[in-house]
């Protein structure tokens, strides 16, 4: 039934629809509460939960308490009703999960990047994927909803392709048509966007949806990004402008960034510019255990880095203090223009030492002009698969939200 919610102009179905999309936010919730969201009579109300019912999109939790009388029905969405796949693409890894209706992570695949890993061979994973977990898990057709997509370069919506795509180990990328091929490969409706912005729509569905309207998530990894949610909904933009909060300057006079400009948040706390630091402090004469591990400086990676902090290196732990007091500066100045009520801090560098604590700790400081503003600012509890969890929600409202 939840795809027949899509372009219908049935006056039962809307309401349908929207009585489902109430239970999925609000559940465990009883018919009284829908009826006075709704405007519905009770009476309604009841016949059209139990047609959701017989559809086994939601049932009864049991979990009701009576004030003396019967108790009331309280409802959820049944969460194996459907499937989603939700998959995220990068430079370093493409991963694939597949979830329930309340986003669970029923089971994943990982590709790890190489010169093999082409946009075809990619795609061709990801199909894969699908077609295994299918006859695995024992879905029919009809149950797998579709699959969403989450890219960090940048995207053509419309035409769900790649615009511009960077670092990819191998070649195949630019201008491929993800949307297209995939539909192709696997017959099913796939979804694409911005990871940064899935990344924030799952952290608000799963955790924050019945008690904020306004939710931001910000990453540093290869890049520095953002994604809103505002009003409870996503927001997407046609402009190639989703990396804009990486250019947010932080200081005037500071070091050159790759846009051209100086003093850029991406010069300074972008796993690049952190890896670009060591190494100079390193050549200025700065001890660390990286030196004694590699005959040749320039060899350093932000993955040797990231181990080395990890080992409690004491140059690497200075460098990611440094990196984090201006990232927190940065998320500052964003929380001081979007007044969010939650900030979720996302990212290669949250599980890390130092990154998460400093940041926060830095907007935090810059925020006590404002005693009343109560932003709650939380690291991921899903670091590394959230982009895909979103993408997999993408799908969900597309069938369950108004646009």
């Known amino acids: 039934m939840l795809k027949q919610f899509i372009g219908s102009t049935s006056p039962k179905l809307k309401n349908l629809k929207l009585l489902y999309s109430l239970v999925r936010k609000l559940g465990p919730v009883s018919i009284h509460t829908l009826a006075e969201m709704t405007g519905y009579k009770s009476v309604t109300c009841a016949r059209l939960l139990e047609e959701l019912v017989q559809e086994g999109l939601i049932y009864d939790s049991g979990i009701g308490e009576s004030s003396g009388g019967r108790r009331p029905l309280m409802y959820v969405i049944q ?80 035409q769900g392709i790649l615009c511009k795509a960077n670092l990819f180990p ?17 017959h099913i409706r796939v979804l694409l966007d911005n990871g940064t912005q899935l990344a924030a729509l799952a952290e608000y569905r799963i955790h924050y949806w019945k008690e904020s309207g306004s939710l931001v998530f910000v990453s540093s990894d290869i890049g520095i990004r953002c994604g809103t949610i505002v009003q409870g909904r996503m927001v997407s933009s046609s402009t190639e402008m989703d990396d804009s909060f990486g250019h947010m300057i932080v200081d005037i006079h500071g070091h050159r960034c790759s846009c051209g400009s100086y003093g850029c948040l991406q010069a300074y706390s972008s796993l690049p510019a ?85 940041a926060s700790a830095t907007a935090q400081s810059r925020l006590r002009h404002y005693p009343n503003s109560h932003v709650q600012i939380h690291p991921s509890t899903e670091a590394y698969d959230i982009v895909a969890q979103g993408a997999g929600c993408m799908v969900l409202d597309y069938f369950t939200e108004e646009g």
Not at 116 to 123: A, F, N, Q, S, V
Not at 133 to 158: A, F, K, M, Y
Not at 174 to 182: Q, V
């Open 170 to 186: 191998a070649d195949g990328w630019d201008g491929l048509p993800i949307t297209e091929k995939l539909e192709q490969l696997t």
């Open 274 to 358: 952190i890896r670009d630091e060591v190494v100079r402090r390193i050549k200025r004469g700065h001890v660390s255990m990286l030196h004694h591990e590699h005959q040749d400086i320039e060899e350093i990676g932000f993955h040797h880095v990231l181990d080395a902090l990890e080992r409690e290196d004491p140059l690497c732990l200075e460098v990611i203090r440094d990196a984090a007091y201006y990232f927190g500066i940065g998320l500052s100045n964003l929380i001081f223009m979007l007044r969010p009520d939650v900030v979720i801090f996302g990212g290669t560098l949250v599980p890390k030492p130092l990154f998460y604590e400093v």
């Open 79 to 158: 969460p194996t009703a459907c499937y989603l796949i939700g998959v995220e693409i990068t430079s370093l890894y493409t991963t694939v999960l597949l979830l329930d209706l309340k986003l669970n992570i029923l089971d994943t695949a990982k590709l790890q990047m190489d010169a093999r890993c082409t946009g075809e061979y990619t795609l061709n994973f990801i199909a894969d994927c699908v077609r295994d977990w299918r006859v695995s898990h024992t879905i029919h057709d009809e149950q797998l909803l579709g699959i969403g997509v989450g890219v960090l370069d940048p995207i053509d919506r419309e």
